[in-house]
C-alpha cells in the first residue's frame, strides 16, 4: 500500500507514563502504516526535560510556532514526590505553562460524544466548548511564604522610575502571598479567539468572572471581553444569530448545569482547568475530549485533557494490562494531521484524519470500548478491551 505523504512537518512532544506508552501504540499501529509521517520530535519526558535544565520545552515551543503546527502529549508536572522518584537536579514548571506562555493564546475544549454513552448530566442535548485563557493568572505566578509578622506590599516600578505601593496584607503571623498579574493584549486576544471559534462553529459564548470581588482585575477582564463583542464583533454575531452573555461565575455554574448545553464557554485560566475536568467528566470520561490551544499568531498545539494517568503506568509496568482509553490522544494526533493537510492543501491527509475519527467512534458505537467508557456504556458491552485491542480493533476498521 501506498502511504500518504505529507508535504510539512509537524512539531511532536512525546510525553511520560502510560500516556508515553499509549503514544508510541498509536503511531505504530493507526498512522505509521497509512501516512509517510514527518514529524519534528522533542522528548518532553521528565528524565530528558532535566538533562537538558527544561531548555526542551522552550524549544518544542517555537518549533510549534515556527511550523504552525504541534501535537503534544501528556506530561507529567514534576514535584517533590516525583523529584524523588525520578531522582531529579531541578524542579521545573509544568511544560504546559512553558508553552502557553510562549505561544500565549486560547485553549478549546470540547466532549467527543458517541451515541451509547450519555452525559450524566441528564438535560444536556449539545456539547459545552470550554474556551479556556491560557495566559498567566495562577499558571504565571509568584509566590512567597510569610515567616512571621510584617507588611506585604505590591510595588509598581514604572519605567521612569516612579513608584506606585498597594498593601496586600498587614501579617500578624505566618502566611503566604501571591502575585499574580495578565496583559490587556492576551485577554483581547483570548477574545477574540473565542468568538472566532464561535462564528466558526455557529455557538452562543457565555464569559464569566468574579468583577463584583476582584473590580480590578476581572473587571478588566469583563471590560475587554465587553469592548471586543461591541467593536469588533457585535454585527458578525448577530448576522449568525449567535449571542454573547456575560454573567458571574457562580451564576454561570448553576445555570451550566440546569441549561441544555451547545454554547461555547469563555473561561479565565484556572475556571477553564477546573471547569474542563468537569465538562469532560460529566459528559463520559476524562479521555473523551478534544483539547486545541490556539495561539494569536496562527500556531496550533492539539493534546490530551488528561495526564498521564500515573496509577495504569504502574500497573502497566508489573507487566498487567490496562485498559486505558487513547481516544483523546488519537483525536490529537488526527487534530494536527487535519490542521496540517488544511494549512498545506493535501485532500488525502484530511480524508485519512476523518477516517481515523470515524473508525474510533464506531468502533466505540458498535460496543467495543476501554474500561472507562464500559462502566457507562448502554447497551453495557460484554467486556471491556485493554488499550492494545482497542487501537488494533480500530485499526482493523480504517
Ligand atoms: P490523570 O492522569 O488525568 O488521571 C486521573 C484519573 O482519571 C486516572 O486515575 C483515571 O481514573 C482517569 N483517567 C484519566 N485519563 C484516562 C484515560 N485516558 N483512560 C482511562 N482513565 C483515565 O490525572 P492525575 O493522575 O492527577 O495526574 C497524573 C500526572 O499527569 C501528574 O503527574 C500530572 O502532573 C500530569 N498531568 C498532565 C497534564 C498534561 O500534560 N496535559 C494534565 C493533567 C495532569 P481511574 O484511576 O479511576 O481509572
Ligand atoms: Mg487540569
Not at 521545573?92 to 493564546?105: E, F, K
Not at 465587553?226 to 456575560?246: H, L, P, Q
Not at 470520561?285 to 503506568?313: C, D, K, R
Request: hydrophobic share 40%.
Amino acid at each position: 500500500m501506498t502511504r500518504i505523504t505529507m508535504k510539512n512537518p509537524i512539531a511532536e512532544l512525546d510525553g511520560d507514563e502510560m500516556t508515553r506508552v499509549l503514544w508510541a501504540m498509536i503511531k505504530e499501529e493507526l498512522i505509521l502504516p497509512f501516512v509517510d509521517l514527518k514529524t519534528e520530535y522533542y522528548d518532553l519526558g521528565l528524565m530528558n526535560r532535566d538533562a537538558t535544565n527544561d531548555e526542551v520545552s522552550a524549544e518544542s515551543a517555537r518549533a510549534i510556532q515556527r511550523l504552525g503546527v504541534g501535537v503534544k502529549c501528556a506530561t507529567i508536572t514534576s514535584n517533590a514526590a516525583r523529584q524523588e522518584e525520578y531522582k531529579l537536579t531541578a524542579l521545573y514548571p509544568s511544560p504546559n505553562a512553558t508553552i502557553r506562555a510562549i505561544l500565549d493564546g486560547t485553549v478549546f475544549r470540547k466532549p467527543i460524544a458517541v451515541s451509547n454513552v450519555k452525559p450524566s448530566v441528564s438535560c444536556w442535548r449539545a456539547p459545552i466548548v470550554i474556551g479556556r485563557h491560557a495566559y498567566g493568572d495562577v499558571y504565571k505566578s509568584a509566590e512567597m511564604e510569610v515567616e512571621g509578622p510584617g507588611k506585604v506590599e505590591l510595588v509598581y516600578t514604572k519605567a521612569d522610575g516612579t513608584e506606585r505601593r498597594v498593601t496586600v496584607a498587614d501579617f500578624k503571623g505566618p502566611g503566604i502571598v501571591q502575585g499574580i498579574h495578565n496583559l490587556n493584549g492576551s485577554i483581547q486576544s483570548f477574545a477574540r479567539a473565542c468568538f472566532l471559534y464561535a462564528l466558526e462553529e455557529k455557538l452562543p459564548v457565555w464569559f464569566a468572572s468574579k468583577d463584583t470581588i476582584s473590580k480590578t482585575y476581572d473587571g478588566r477582564f469583563k471590560a475587554i471581553f465587553n469592548e471586543v463583542y461591541e467593536t469588533e464583533f457585535k454585527e458578525k454575531c448577530a448576522a449568525r444569530g449567535i449571542s454573547y452573555f456575560y454573567t458571574l461565575i457562580d451564576d454561570a455554574v448553576a445555570r451550566v448545569v440546569k441549561g441544555e448545553g451547545g454554547f461555547l464557554w469563555a473561561c479565565k485560566n484556572y475556571d477553564g482547568d477546573v471547569m474542563s475536568d468537569m465538562i469532560a467528566s460529566a459528559s463520559g470520561s476524562l479521555a473523551m475530549m478534544t483539547s486545541v490551544l490556539v495561539s494569536p499568531a496562527g500556531a496550533f498545539e492539539y493534546e490530551a485533557a488528561h495526564g498521564t494517568v500515573q496509577q495504569h503506568y504502574y500497573k502497566w509496568q508489573r507487566g498487567e494490562k490496562t485498559s486505558t482509553n487513547p481516544v483523546a490522544l488519537i483525536f490529537a494526533w488526527t487534530g494536527a494531521l487535519a490542521k496540517r493537510a488544511d494549512i498545506d492543501g493535501t485532500p488525502e491527509l484530511s480524508a485519512f484524519a476523518k477516517r481515523l475519527e470515524t473508525a474510533t467512534l464506531k468502533t466505540i458505537e458498535d460496543g467495543e470500548m476501554t474500561g472507562d467508557l464500559a462502566r457507562l456504556a448502554s447497551p453495557a458491552p460484554a467486556k471491556a478491551l485493554d488499550s492494545g485491542e482497542f487501537i488494533k480493533t480500530i485499526a482493523g476498521r480504517i
